[in-house]
């Protein structure tokens, strides 16, 4: 076994750099996986771009990891050597601040985050939190599971944690990286589902996706065409900015909820009048505990629900990750761990 794996780093931000690092040994409570797939998300952008406090450089990005554990540290259970798993953007929760203690694993107060904090699944090999991981199901394949981890984990969880039952109308704005699961979780759940884009182009998509509804909000007013469906009870943002959940939040029927799971930098501003006369509600949701992971994972498997993805060896991350933020993926980048090409 080589004493070294390969790995693309970030040396500063947007500098990416092919490199080999020693292999390590886990510590107390992690595992160490070869890594077999890794998707490339947005969210790969704090890292890339140094947004987030508390990173340091240089970093391996990458947060929708699987692999097969080859080695063990000490005081971990319930894992063994040759398991499948996977490893998401949350890195694994300490068990003992006062929101693990109350149940609240996703808040825990020293989670760290993969790929931020420390080396993520941009390599070959990495090391994770054992609390962190997530268990991959036999008929799912390493480079379907891997967009799963982080797109799929906060559309499932943000929709079976919502207020709406079967048969509800449930609203996902934006059919891309997110949304595309989005849409095929909530038809898979029993709601009837209504999909916003901007563009006639994206009608067919919809409907093959599984949406009852599409909604261009290039040619009218999403929040009324809702409306006219007898008011969403959710409606799930998976676009980022601030403009889109105003634009659609006065489609909610009273009580209704919008969930903003697109992360964006412009402010969010929703009318008084649409919040408060029909009690409408505005949440964020932040992915999921690695529970909810196993669920999500689970619950694809059963229902078939799969993401659209393009894969890419691990020596061309840089160019993926470019293609990804261009907004040229459809819709998933996946990076592989083969061998180089020409060795």
């Given at each position: 076994?080589?004493?070294?794996?390969?790995?693309?780093?970030?040396?500063?931000?947007?500098?990416?750099?092919?490199?080999?690092?020693?292999?390590?040994?886990?510590?107390?409570?992690?595992?160490?996986?070869?890594?077999?797939?890794?998707?490339?998300?947005?969210?790969?952008?704090?890292?890339?771009?140094?947004?987030?406090?508390?990173?340091?450089?240089?970093?391996?990005?990458?947060?929708?990891?699987?692999?097969?554990?080859?080695?063990?540290?000490?005081?971990?259970?319930?894992?063994?050597?040759?398991?499948?798993?996977?490893?998401?953007?949350?890195?694994?929760?300490?068990?003992?601040?006062?929101?693990?203690?109350?149940?609240?694993?996703?808040?825990?107060?020293?989670?760290?985050?993969?790929?931020?904090?420390?080396?993520?699944?941009?390599?070959?090999?990495?090391?994770?939190?054992?609390?962190?991981?997530?268990?991959?199901?036999?008929?799912?394949?390493?480079?379907?599971?891997?967009?799963?981890?982080?797109?799929?984990?906060?559309?499932?969880?943000?929709?079976?944690?919502?207020?709406?039952?079967?048969?509800?109308?449930?609203?996902?704005?934006?059919?891309?990286?997110?949304?595309?699961?989005?849409?095929?979780?909530?038809?898979?759940?029993?709601?009837?589902?209504?999909?916003?884009?901007?563009?006639?182009?994206?009608?067919?998509?919809?409907?093959?996706?599984?949406?009852?509804?599409?909604?261009?909000?290039?040619?009218?007013?999403?929040?009324?065409?809702?409306?006219?469906?007898?008011?969403?009870?959710?409606?799930?943002?998976?676009?980022?900015?601030?403009?889109?959940?105003?634009?659609?939040?006065?489609?909610?029927?009273?009580?209704?909820?919008?969930?903003?799971?697109?992360?964006?930098?412009?402010?969010?501003?929703?009318?008084?009048?649409?919040?408060?006369?029909?009690?409408?509600?505005?949440?964020?949701?932040?992915?999921?505990?690695?529970?909810?992971?196993?669920?999500?994972?689970?619950?694809?498997?059963?229902?078939?629900?799969?993401?659209?993805?393009?894969?890419a060896p691990l020596e061309e991350a840089a160019a993926a990750y470019a293609k990804m933020m261009a907004?040229?993926?459809?819709?998933?980048?996946?990076?592989?761990?083969?061998?180089?090409?020409?060795?």
């Amino acid at each position: 076994m080589s004493a070294t794996y390969r790995a693309v780093e970030v040396r500063r931000p947007k500098e990416f750099a092919e490199v080999r690092k020693p292999i390590q040994n886990p510590g107390p409570n992690e595992v160490r996986i070869r890594v077999e797939a890794c998707g490339v998300c947005h969210s790969d952008s704090a890292t890339v771009e140094g947004l987030l406090p508390g990173l340091t450089f240089p970093r391996v990005p990458g947060h929708e990891v699987v692999g097969r554990i080859d080695a063990l540290g000490s005081s971990v259970r319930g894992w063994k050597v040759g398991q499948r798993v996977g490893v998401g953007f949350l890195a694994g929760y300490c068990g003992y601040c006062g929101f693990c203690r109350s149940g609240d694993l996703v808040n825990c107060r020293n989670q760290e985050y993969t790929g931020v904090h420390h080396d993520g699944g941009y390599a070959e090999v990495m090391i994770a939190k054992a609390s962190g991981l997530v268990a991959i199901p036999n008929d799912l394949s390493s480079m379907d599971a891997a967009p799963l981890l982080c797109a799929g984990l906060t559309t499932f969880s943000a929709l079976r944690n919502a207020p709406a039952k079967a048969g509800d109308l449930v609203a996902v704005l934006g059919i891309g990286g997110l949304g595309h699961l989005g849409v095929q979780y909530a038809r898979h759940m029993g709601f009837e589902v209504a999909a916003i884009a901007r563009g006639a182009d994206k009608a067919e998509l919809a409907k093959k996706l599984g949406a009852h509804h599409f909604i261009d909000s290039a040619a009218s007013d999403p929040a009324a065409a809702l409306q006219k469906l007898g008011g969403a009870k959710v409606i799930l943002i998976t676009a980022s900015g601030g403009k889109a959940v105003a634009e659609t939040f006065g489609g909610l029927c009273p009580r209704g909820v919008s969930i903003v799971v697109g992360v964006g930098a412009e402010p969010i501003e929703v009318s008084g009048m649409d919040l408060i006369f029909a009690s409408r509600e505005l949440n964020g949701a932040l992915t999921g505990d690695p529970a909810t992971g196993d669920a999500t994972l689970r619950f694809s498997v059963l229902s078939k629900v799969s993401p659209m993805i393009e894969t890419a060896p691990l020596e061309e991350a840089a160019a993926a990750y470019a293609k990804m933020m261009a907004g040229e993926a459809r819709f998933r980048m996946v990076l592989t761990m083969g061998s180089p090409r020409g060795k």
